[in-house]
């Protein structure tokens, strides 16, 4: 692969793999006999997530060393900006899977991850308020960074940095009722995304995913409960809007199916945990995790089968 191929949008796929071995995990306890972890199914693909999180670092680190003029363009373009955040976030992920194996070792890379990714959004709202960001260049990939403070409390919790996690969720989950009407507002008034763009939409559901199901850990409010509904319906939104998405050209974008399917996945399985006596949220629970996988696994092979068969 030349280092001019290593897309920024690629490095979702560390957050769309690891996120599916975290979702199995909290998903275990409602198919007893079905998926055990740790075991054959989350194991597998927590440790995928620590190939892909080594790999598309060492490239980047490449880039950096070899291709500055791409990295900038990673960093200043609105449209590439917001995919930078997939890779602290990404690594906040892994270090969750890798928690009770080498606690010290994830701890550390989960602090790393948040980190960068503070840094990385005070950059990007610094360009923000310059002006530098036009509403037309403006999509969904920006909740990425700008939001994926609400990402890391699952990792973070279980590692044991709960007050951590709630600094990092309170200004992520602030962000995301600007940032989420301004996305609406863009869909509405600027021109649509280019078909290569279209799977960045599926980010929308992360949001409302994950502010209900680390938020109401967090801060153990019912109220959260009103993000998970949310959340099922703009699933049912987004399925639709994606029907014809086997015509939509493959490439990095594809991945932002993954991660949010993940979110979902992980928040179906905290609602149904929650109320155990209700069977239908048990089975929207495993229908989510079921579309995750289907969705990491199939982008994974032909992402895969797209970069060997490409010449070097």
């Not at 602290?88 to 989960?110: C, E, F, I, N, Q």
């Not at 990792?155 to 301004?182: D, I, K, N, Q, W």
């Amino acid at each position: 692969m030349k280092l001019n191929d290593v897309h920024i949008g690629m490095y979702g796929a560390i957050m769309g793999i690891a996120g599916l071995g975290l979702t199995a995990r909290a998903s275990a306890s409602l198919f007893p006999g079905v998926i055990r972890a740790p075991a054959y199914f989350t194991e597998l693909w927590v440790l995928l997530g620590v190939v892909a999180l080594l790999v598309l670092a060492y490239l980047y680190f490449l880039k950096i060393a070899k291709n500055r003029a791409g990295v900038v363009e990673d960093l200043t373009n609105p449209a590439l900006m917001g995919f930078c955040g997939a890779l602290p976030v990404g690594a906040t992920l892994v270090a969750g899977g890798l928690g009770p194996y080498l606690p010290a070792l994830a701890s550390g890379l989960w602090w790393l991850g948040c980190a960068g990714l503070v840094a990385l959004q005070g950059w990007a709202i610094g360009r923000w308020l310059s002006g530098k960001v036009a509403l037309e260049k403006l999509n969904a990939g920006w909740l990425i960074l700008i939001v994926g403070g609400i990402v890391v409390p699952g990792p973070g919790m279980t590692l044991g940095h709960a007050e951590a996690s709630r600094f990092f969720f309170g200004f992520s989950a602030c962000a995301a009722a600007v940032l989420v009407p301004l996305l609406f507002a863009r869909a509405a008034l600027a021109a649509p995304l280019p078909e290569t763009l279209r799977p960045t939409w599926f980010i929308l559901l992360v949001p409302p995913s994950l502010i209900y199901a680390n938020g109401g850990v967090l801060f153990r409010a019912e109220l959260f409960d009103a993000f998970y509904f949310a959340a099922v319906v703009l699933l049912g939104a987004l399925l639709f809007y994606a029907r014809g998405f086997l015509r939509w050209p493959f490439g990095p974008a594809w991945w932002a199916f993954t991660f949010p399917l993940d979110a979902f996945a992980f928040a179906a399985a905290r609602y149904a945990i929650s109320h155990p006596g209700e069977p239908l949220w048990r089975w929207l629970a495993g229908l989510g995790l079921a579309l995750a996988t289907l969705a990491v696994a199939a982008v994974l092979v032909r992402t895969l089968f797209t970069v060997f068969r490409r010449p070097a």
